[in-house]
Each structure stands twice: as structure tokens, then as C-alpha cells.
């Protein structure tokens, strides 16, 4: 969970609360458990956060509650489409139709928020990131091919062949040394796969053979060693290949699937953002309405029916679904990209000129 929050807590619970207390019974909105009390439904980090954070503002402000769960669709919400007239679903629908005071599940403020609803200063980072399958480790059988590049083999065994022409034909002119050609190649392979060996009559072999034997078995010991040292590194740090490594390649990509929870904040981000790369997703998941799934999908499953699916949410709630899917199947299959997509701050919501807006953002 982010650091500013528990900073924040902390705070409240050593400095004395000196703001105007709202000494009132309200109606709370939230999606999440533990307060929804939702059956069957998992506790993940964001309920927790919201579970202390209204703990914290009861205290200080003095206040009762009780909470009030969005009838139609478990998320903030979005303008309602099928009714028109300035309705809303979700959460933002119920402060609009006076169903509840304030909600304690937050989110990210947009300017059609802030025509319908009074918006909270920020009390939360959270972070809009790419959820992926889980990558293959990509080193195979054949991988120790890979240590060198093609160019280097060849230059190897091209350099190792002519040191081995150059001692048998040495040997021949000068009469000395082993001069069986085969006899050296075996000698030159056996000590580039480390097994060692020798050849006959070493005495008889003149300074100009042992100079050049001298440098091939130096140049087979630095390649042996690098070699050995790049295979080791393969074998203790294997390389993993995503689906994709950021949001420009799921745009780029014509073959990925970027799904969206419908809905969600992260849904009217896409959808309202002036960002091009947002824009260009988004116009993929308009084409294909099936790309925007139901909050109430087991997500990580979805995201798994097709190798081409990749999820976009909330980083909190990606670590809780993958926390989930952990503990159901006791591996691990899915994983947050390194490079979110998009820093954001959220806010709490109130009912339009609420009178406990100022109350709240003088904490």
C-alpha cells in the first residue's frame, strides 16, 4: 500500500484534530469489503484502505455511519447512457440521486466528475498498470547456441581451423612433430570441450610449432572461460519474455487484446484522455466492446483465455486479484509490467455543495 496513506494515518493518530467536526449520522457509499459486506467476495487492498480510512475520518470528525452498496454496477461509475438526462451508474449515481453523503471508495477526479459532484483533496496514489501473463523462461536445450552470436562461431571455428592447418603444415615442412591432420583436429577439439590431451613427439616440435600451439590453446582458454561464463549466466539469470513491456507496444501491436474492467475509473480515463497512445487503445476496445469485462469477472482468468489479453486496472487492485489467483491455484500466473501506464492521484466524493466538503479537506 503507498506510504503516503500510512503517513497520513500516523499523523491523525499523534496530532490532535482541531477542524470543525460534522457531529452527524451519514450515509457512506462503497463497493468493497469488508464494508460492503459483500458474500462471497474476497477482501483485497483497496477495501482495507478504505475500511481504515473511514475508522480514521469517523473518529476525528465525529460521525456515524452506514454504508450503502451501487445497485447497478460495483464501481464508481460513468454517465448512464440507457437513461440519459444526466443520470449516472455506480457510485456517482447514488450522490447524484441523494441516495448517500459521501463516498469512501475513491478515485481519480475528471472534469465531468467535478460538474456532478464535489471532489476531495487527494488522499491516495495509486498507479494505472499492465497485467500479463506470467512470462516463460525462453532458455531451451539448444540455448548455450546462444552465447555467441553466429558471426563469433564463426570466426572460432574458422581461427581454430587454420592454427591447426598451421601446426600440421609446420609439422610437414620441418619434418617435425605429429603430422596427422586429423590427429591435431581431435587434439584442438578435445581441449575447446575441456577434456585436455596432448600431442606426440612434443620434443621434436620446432619454436615456430609450440609458438602457434601456444597461442591456440591461449586463445581456446579465454573462449572456453567466456563461454562457460555467459552459459552460467543464462542458466542463474534466465531471460523471460513478455507479451508486451509497455503501453506503446499494446498500441503498436495489433494482435493484443487490451481489456478494461467496464466502468472503472480506468474505463473514463481511456475514454476521455487527450493522451494519443490512450486514444489509439481505446479505439481499438470501442471496436471490440467485449474488451471492456465486468467487474464482477474473475479477472485473471479472463485475462488467460487468450495468450493475446492483457489487463489494464489499478495497480492496488492488480496486486489484490493476483494475491487471489496465488493462493487458488498456489502458483503464480499472472504479473504487473514494471512500467505503469499512468501515475494518478484519487479523491473521496461528495454531493454536489456539500456541506461536509470543507470539512474533509481541512483534514
Given at each position: 500500500?503507498?506510504?503516503?496513506?500510512?503517513?497520513?494515518?500516523?499523523?491523525?493518530?499523534?496530532?490532535?484534530?482541531?477542524?470543525?467536526?460534522?457531529?452527524?449520522?451519514?450515509?457512506?457509499?462503497?463497493?468493497?469489503?469488508?464494508?460492503?459486506?459483500?458474500?462471497?467476495?474476497?477482501?483485497?487492498?483497496?477495501?482495507?484502505?478504505?475500511?481504515?480510512?473511514?475508522?480514521?475520518?469517523?473518529?476525528?470528525?465525529?460521525?456515524?455511519?452506514?454504508?450503502?452498496?451501487?445497485?447497478?454496477?460495483?464501481?464508481?461509475?460513468?454517465?448512464?447512457?440507457?437513461?440519459?438526462?444526466?443520470?449516472?451508474?455506480?457510485?456517482?449515481?447514488?450522490?447524484?440521486?441523494?441516495?448517500?453523503?459521501?463516498?469512501?471508495?475513491?478515485?481519480?477526479?475528471?472534469?465531468?466528475?467535478?460538474?456532478?459532484?464535489?471532489?476531495?483533496?487527494?488522499?491516495?496514489?495509486?498507479?494505472?498498470?499492465?497485467?500479463?501473463?506470467?512470462?516463460?523462461?525462453?532458455?531451451?536445450?539448444?540455448?548455450?547456441?546462444?552465447?555467441?552470436?553466429?558471426?563469433?562461431?564463426?570466426?572460432?571455428?574458422?581461427?581454430?581451423?587454420?592454427?591447426?592447418?598451421?601446426?600440421?603444415?609446420?609439422?610437414?615442412?620441418?619434418?617435425?612433430?605429429?603430422?596427422?591432420?586429423?590427429?591435431?583436429?581431435?587434439?584442438?577439439?578435445?581441449?575447446?570441450?575441456?577434456?585436455?590431451?596432448?600431442?606426440?613427439?612434443?620434443?621434436?616440435?620446432?619454436?615456430?610449432?609450440?609458438?602457434?600451439?601456444?597461442?591456440?590453446?591461449?586463445?581456446?582458454?579465454?573462449?572456453?572461460?567466456?563461454?562457460?561464463?555467459?552459459?552460467?549466466?543464462?542458466?542463474?539469470?534466465?531471460?523471460?519474455?513478455?507479451?508486451?513491456?509497455?503501453?506503446?507496444?499494446?498500441?503498436?501491436?495489433?494482435?493484443?487484446?487490451?481489456?478494461?474492467?467496464?466502468?472503472?475509473?480506468?474505463?473514463?480515463?481511456?475514454?476521455?484522455?487527450?493522451?494519443?497512445?490512450?486514444?489509439?487503445?481505446?479505439?481499438?476496445?470501442?471496436?471490440?466492446?467485449?474488451?471492456?469485462?465486468?467487474?464482477s469477472s474473475e479477472f485473471v482468468d479472463v485475462l488467460l483465455s487468450n495468450p493475446h489479453n492483457v489487463l489494464i486496472m489499478s495497480n492496488l487492485l492488480?496486486?489484490?486479484?493476483?494475491?487471489?489467483?496465488?493462493?487458488?491455484?498456489?502458483?503464480?500466473?499472472?504479473?504487473?509490467?514494471?512500467?505503469?501506464?499512468?501515475?494518478?492521484?484519487?479523491?473521496?466524493?461528495?454531493?454536489?455543495?456539500?456541506?461536509?466538503?470543507?470539512?474533509?479537506?481541512?483534514?
Amino acid at each position: 500500500m503507498r506510504t503516503v496513506l500510512w503517513i497520513g494515518f500516523a499523523i491523525l493518530s499523534i496530532v490532535p484534530c482541531s477542524c470543525r467536526k460534522i457531529n452527524n449520522h451519514l450515509r457512506i457509499a462503497s463497493y468493497f469489503n469488508p464494508l460492503a459486506n459483500l458474500s462471497g467476495v474476497p477482501v483485497n487492498k483497496i477495501g482495507v484502505i478504505e475500511y481504515y480510512l473511514l475508522d480514521m475520518l469517523a473518529q476525528y470528525l465525529n460521525f456515524t455511519y452506514e454504508i450503502h452498496v451501487p445497485s447497478d454496477v460495483p464501481q464508481l461509475g460513468s454517465p448512464d447512457q440507457t437513461k440519459g438526462n444526466g443520470s449516472w451508474t455506480g457510485v456517482l449515481g447514488q450522490l447524484v440521486r441523494d441516495e448517500v453523503d459521501m463516498s469512501i471508495s475513491f478515485g481519480p477526479s475528471f472534469y465531468s466528475r467535478h460538474l456532478i459532484v464535489d471532489v476531495s483533496v487527494s488522499i491516495i496514489l495509486d498507479d494505472i498498470s499492465i497485467v500479463v501473463p506470467y512470462p516463460q523462461q525462453d532458455t531451451n536445450a539448444a540455448g548455450y547456441l546462444y552465447a555467441f552470436d553466429l558471426a563469433t562461431w564463426i570466426t572460432m571455428i574458422l581461427s581454430f581451423s587454420c592454427g591447426s592447418l598451421a601446426i600440421w603444415v609446420v609439422a610437414l615442412v620441418q619434418k617435425k612433430g605429429e603430422q596427422n591432420l586429423p590427429t591435431i583436429l581431435m587434439f584442438i577439439t578435445a581441449v575447446s570441450l575441456g577434456q585436455g590431451g596432448y600431442l606426440k613427439q612434443y620434443s621434436q616440435y620446432s619454436s615456430a610449432s609450440r609458438l602457434i600451439q601456444g597461442a591456440v590453446l591461449l586463445a581456446l582458454l579465454v573462449v572456453s572461460y567466456s563461454f562457460c561464463g555467459i552459459v552460467t549466466s543464462m542458466i542463474t539469470s534466465p531471460r523471460y519474455e513478455f507479451v508486451v513491456r509497455s503501453i506503446e507496444d499494446v498500441v503498436e501491436n495489433e494482435n493484443i487484446r487490451p481489456l478494461i474492467i467496464k466502468e472503472s475509473s480506468t474505463h473514463v480515463e481511456f475514454e476521455v484522455s487527450s493522451n494519443p497512445i490512450f486514444q489509439e487503445a481505446y479505439k481499438r476496445i470501442k471496436a471490440n466492446p467485449k474488451l471492456l469485462i465486468p467487474s464482477s469477472s474473475e479477472f485473471v482468468d479472463v485475462l488467460l483465455s487468450n495468450p493475446h489479453n492483457v489487463l489494464i486496472m489499478s495497480n492496488l487492485l492488480a496486486d489484490s486479484e493476483i494475491e487471489k489467483d496465488i493462493k487458488r491455484h498456489r502458483v503464480c500466473r499472472t504479473t504487473v509490467l514494471p512500467k505503469v501506464v499512468n501515475d494518478r492521484t484519487n479523491s473521496l466524493f461528495l454531493q454536489k455543495d456539500s456541506p461536509y466538503t470543507a470539512t474533509i479537506n481541512r483534514l
